[in-house]
């Protein structure tokens, strides 16, 4: 957010010694250290014990590594971009296939895309502003599949996301996710930052929001977060929330950050460095390669004869394998190898007529 307000500002105020200073600002992002050599951003550094052993996945962070591509000092190189995770599943059957975040947070499929304006427009992998609209309809139906379960949603009320909830500070998801949280808490500010997707829905229950809880409102719109059940409404306005319905809010009416966010160089820059065309994606795409990591694609074997389970990995030996190791760098689809002692392994795949076979030795 600091760097995205800063280069709208140079933008907004062009010729003055603002732009100056906030272009100052935005050059000093040192990105290319943030990747602490390896190929993908980490999440986090500290004075005490320096880089966080996490790497930045698809969430809020696509902000990030769009920002680090298009630096004009130290720029990450694109091939970060083609690494960066983006798993891909669906929030129920028959649903639409996205790519997900770790945790179903709603925000962070937000964020990103209240600076830079990515309608009619995706990268090799994904469509990001139908991604963020089929995150916000999961949300919506997660929450009123579940409104048996939880006052708050049966009220008609959505918007999990991570808030300030009554038990502390909570990363709230819904589906598709590795796995998330919820107790019925909601937070207003991501259902106002959700009209540009959804104009109608997101208005629709923003207004009730605001009849139903007439003492959540502040002078800068809803509070940002409140549990029915639990009785709870939060007693601070945060503003990394109301920021970001802000400027959602402002983009839907006269799209006027997105403007003078996109004309911006880092933005210009990092549009091409990620590849962005015209048009839209119907469905994700998995990379087929990535740096590291085995193919796609590979043959995978009729087995000739019986299989046995008896530990015994004679029969497998002569067969293709995949192998994610350590040493060569080959990493799982969630975690960070970080060194030869972590886990690693070889698999063997096979098939009958009745059954796929996975063989393995798996060591850690």
């Known amino acids: 957010h600091l760097f995205a307000g800063a280069m709208v500002s140079a933008e907004y105020f062009k010729g003055t010694s603002v732009e100056t200073l906030a272009n100052q600002l935005v050059e000093r992002a040192r990105w290319s250290w943030w990747l602490d050599g390896e190929e993908t951003l980490r999440w986090g550094w500290r004075p005490e014990s320096g880089f966080e052993d996490s790497v930045m996945d698809f969430s809020e962070a696509t902000l990030a590594y769009l920002l680090a591509l298009g630096s004009t000092t130290h720029p990450i190189l694109s091939s970060a971009w083609d690494v960066m995770r983006r798993p891909i599943s669906r929030a129920h059957p028959g649903g ?6 770790a945790d179903g947070s709603l925000f962070a499929y937000l964020l990103p895309l209240a600076w830079f304006d990515l309608r009619d427009r995706h990268d090799a992998y994904l469509d990001y502003w139908t991604n963020a609209t089929n995150a916000i309809l999961a949300n919506w139906q997660f929450a009123w599949q579940h409104r048996h379960q939880f006052h708050t949603y049966r009220e008609g009320f959505w918007g999990i996301s991570a808030a300030l909830g009554p038990d502390g500070y909570q990363a709230y998801g819904a589906p598709p996710a590795r796995s998330f949280v919820h107790d019925g808490t909601v937070a207003p500010p991501v259902v106002a930052a959700s009209m540009p997707f959804v104009p109608d829905l997101a208005m629709a229950t923003y207004q009730r929001m605001q009849q139903r809880l007439p003492n959540l409102w502040t002078q ?3 509070g940002s977060a409140f549990n029915l059940d639990r009785r709870f409404l ?9 920021g970001l319905a802000m400027i959602m809010i402002e ?3 006269i799209q006027l950050i997105w403007r003078l966010f996109m004309r911006h160089p880092v933005a210009v820059r990092a549009m091409v460095a990620a590849g962005f065309t015209p048009g839209r994606l119907e469905e994700p795409v998995a990379p087929e390669i990535a740096p590291g990591n085995p193919g796609a694609a590979m043959t995978v074997p009729m087995m000739d004869h019986a299989v046995t389970v008896d ?3 004679h029969e497998w030996i ?3 394998a995949v192998e994610l ?4 760098r080959r990493h799982v689809e969630f975690g ?3 060194g030869a002692r972590d886990a690693s392994l070889v698999a063997y795949f096979g098939w009958t007529p009745e059954r796929f076979l996975i063989a393995g030795i798996l060591l850690d």
């Open 311 to 313: 530990a015994n990995l």
């Open 251 to 253: 983009n839907m009416r």
């Open 220 to 222: 800068y719109g809803l």
């Open 336 to 338: 960070t190898v970080r």
């Open 96 to 101: 639409p296939a996205m790519v997900y975040t």
């Open 318 to 320: 002569a067969r293709e």
């Open 325 to 328: 190791t350590p040493t060569d």
């Open 234 to 242: 939060c007693p601070y306005t945060i503003d990394l929330d109301q």
